[in-house]
């Protein structure tokens, strides 16, 4: 099915179960202007839409309730074809869950609706009527976990003597090679990043974790490279060093992988690192794992 007829016959069929008036459809789509973008670091989408009430034939001030009663029916509408362009793996994006049946619309409906709200405000000229409305973006990856339970990392067959860590962090901040590719580019988010090895292991992905199926929570923690070097022991502050402790791993990515380059590959000996020791393994289960992107890449308009 066509992305873009899509997005056109899930607007139209929403805006038209809101609003069903000789106004609405097309004509009254065309009074709203909506822009969003995700912060990969807060981990937050935001969107703004605005409503053009003199367009509308609302007048001030007894239309004012109604404007903003207008705006709050009319924003999950609004912002639903926004998510289709956010990336969920290397290789797929909402869009290409909704396509497959793997994500209806009416979970992306409620999704919308569990949105936070901040009170809509006028324009200095009084012609618009603007809100803006926040969802976390581990809300969104909550969504999209089935599978109930972590499977299993397991240890290699011959493991390296490790340390025991605090948590993972690795640094991917710089244009990387493309595997398989003749490429290098700057690693970008998206909800479920994998980690490779150079042998093309899977290390580290959304199963094997309990992050990303409850709650706010990504599996990985993004975030720019001044973050990692703060003058304390373990280079990390606030929120930073209470998931990766006082302790943390630090690993250097040597390429990224996928369609879209969204995974880091890290050497096969720190891999091992990782792998050889149960508590390091712990580490993945709980998300301890923190992604250090250039900072050009950790906000995305959608």
């Given at each position: 099915?066509?992305?873009?007829?899509?997005?056109?016959?899930?607007i139209?069929?929403?805006?038209?179960?809101?609003?069903?008036s000789?106004?609405?459809?097309?004509?009254?789509?065309?009074?709203?202007d909506?822009?969003?973008?995700i912060?990969?670091?807060?981990?937050?989408l935001?969107?703004?839409?605005?409503?053009?009430?003199?367009?509308?034939?609302?007048?001030?001030?007894?239309?004012?309730?109604?404007?903003?009663?207008?705006?709050?029916?009319?924003?999950?509408?609004?912002?639903?074809?926004?998510?289709?362009?956010?990336?969920?793996?290397s290789?797929?994006?909402?869009?290409?869950?909704?396509?497959q049946?793997?994500?209806?619309?009416d979970e992306?409906?409620?999704?919308?609706?569990?949105?936070?709200?901040?009170?809509?405000?006028?324009?200095?000229?009084?012609?618009?009527?603007t809100?803006?409305?926040?969802?976390?973006?581990?809300?969104?990856s909550?969504?999209?976990?089935?599978?109930?339970?972590?499977?299993?990392?397991?240890?290699?067959?011959?493991?390296?003597?490790?340390?025991?860590y605090?948590?993972?962090?690795?640094?991917?901040?710089?244009?990387?090679?493309?595997?398989?590719?003749?490429?290098?580019?700057?690693?970008e988010?998206?909800?479920?990043?994998?980690?490779?090895?150079?042998?093309?292991?899977?290390?580290?992905?959304?199963?094997?974790?309990?992050?990303?199926?409850?709650?706010n929570?990504?599996?990985?923690?993004?975030?720019?490279?001044?973050?990692?070097?703060r003058?304390?022991?373990?280079?990390?502050?606030?929120e930073?060093?209470?998931?990766?402790?006082?302790?943390?791993?630090?690993?250097?990515?040597?390429?990224?992988?996928?369609i879209?380059?969204?995974?880091?590959?890290?050497?096969r000996?720190?891999?091992?690192?990782?792998?050889?020791?149960?508590?390091?393994?712990?580490?993945?289960?709980?998300?301890?794992?923190?992604?250090?992107?250039?900072?050009k890449?950790?906000?995305?308009?959608?």
């Amino acid at each position: 099915m066509n992305s873009k007829f899509i997005g056109l016959t899930l607007i139209s069929v929403f805006f038209l179960m809101a609003f069903p008036s000789p106004s609405s459809g097309q004509e009254g789509l065309d009074r709203f202007d909506v822009s969003s973008s995700i912060d990969w670091v807060r981990g937050e989408l935001t969107a703004q839409a605005s409503y053009d009430i003199v367009q509308a034939g609302i007048r001030l001030p007894t239309g004012r309730f109604l404007a903003e009663e207008t705006l709050r029916e009319a924003y999950p509408v609004l912002i639903m074809p926004h998510l289709f362009s956010i990336r969920v793996d290397s290789n797929s994006t909402i869009r290409n869950l909704v396509e497959q049946g793997d994500i209806s619309l009416d979970e992306l409906d409620i999704l919308c609706r569990e949105a936070g709200k901040i009170t809509p405000n006028l324009s200095a000229d009084l012609r618009r009527m603007t809100g803006r409305f926040t969802l976390p973006a581990g809300r969104i990856s909550s969504l999209l976990v089935r599978q109930r339970r972590p499977t299993e990392q397991a240890g290699p067959l011959i493991p390296v003597q490790t340390a025991d860590y605090t948590g993972i962090i690795i640094i991917a901040d710089r244009e990387l090679p493309v595997r398989g590719r003749r490429a290098a580019v700057l690693a970008e988010p998206c909800l479920f990043p994998r980690i490779w090895d150079t042998d093309m292991n899977l290390v580290y992905e959304r199963n094997m974790t309990e992050a990303g199926r409850q709650g706010n929570t990504m599996i990985v923690q993004y975030t720019a490279s001044e973050s990692i070097f703060r003058p304390t022991p373990s280079g990390l502050e606030g929120e930073l060093a209470v998931l990766a402790g006082p302790n943390p791993l630090r690993i250097i990515a040597r390429e990224v992988f996928g369609i879209f380059p969204s995974d880091p590959v890290i050497d096969r000996q720190d891999a091992l690192k990782i792998l050889s020791s149960e508590n390091n393994r712990r580490l993945l289960r709980e998300g301890r794992v923190i992604l250090v992107l250039n900072e050009k890449t950790l906000k995305t308009a959608l």
